[in-house]
């Protein structure tokens, strides 16, 4: 069973700054994706920035030029440094684990299936007050 940990949640006024970590061992994959999500309450998760191991990263549009999704392989640590930050921000987000989806998949969207990832962390919030 693989369990992701995120970490570095918190509390920021809008135009802060917080960077979250996940800690995600990925030996079960040759080949993976990961990626962050957030969800609010009454809505569907959605999907924000994701990453695979051949270094392909997407955004979600909302989040695009403010967000910045990284992968640090020697400690198994995924990370989304978050700058410029909206109270619309404000969500639980959660890492998230899948196999690979190709370059293609990724250009296509398929890294922001919430429906098809295989394991998740238990999620941090993160409030943004205006």
């Known amino acids: 069973q693989v369990q992701l940990v995120e970490s570095g949640g918190g509390s920021v006024q809008a135009g802060g700054s917080l960077t979250l970590s996940c800690v995600a061992p990925?030996?079960?994959?040759?080949?993976?994706?990961l990626a962050w999500f957030r969800q609010v309450p009454g809505k569907e998760r959605e999907g924000v920035a994701g990453?695979?191991?051949?270094?392909?990263?997407m955004y979600a549009d909302s989040v695009k030029g403010r967000f910045t999704i990284s992968m640090d392989n020697a400690n198994n640590t995924l990370s989304l440094q978050m700058n410029s930050l909206k109270p619309e921000d404000t969500a639980m987000y959660y890492c998230?684990?899948?196999?690979?989806?190709?370059?293609?998949?990724?250009?296509?969207?398929?890294?922001?299936?919430?429906?098809?990832?295989?394991?998740w962390g238990q999620g941090t919030q993160v409030t943004v007050s205006s």
């Open positions: 990453i695979d191991n051949y270094g392909i990263i």
């Open positions: 990925r030996y079960f994959y040759k080949s993976y994706c």
């Open positions: 998230g684990l899948r196999g690979w989806v190709g370059q293609r998949g990724m250009e296509l969207g398929l890294w922001a299936r919430r429906e098809d990832y295989d394991y």
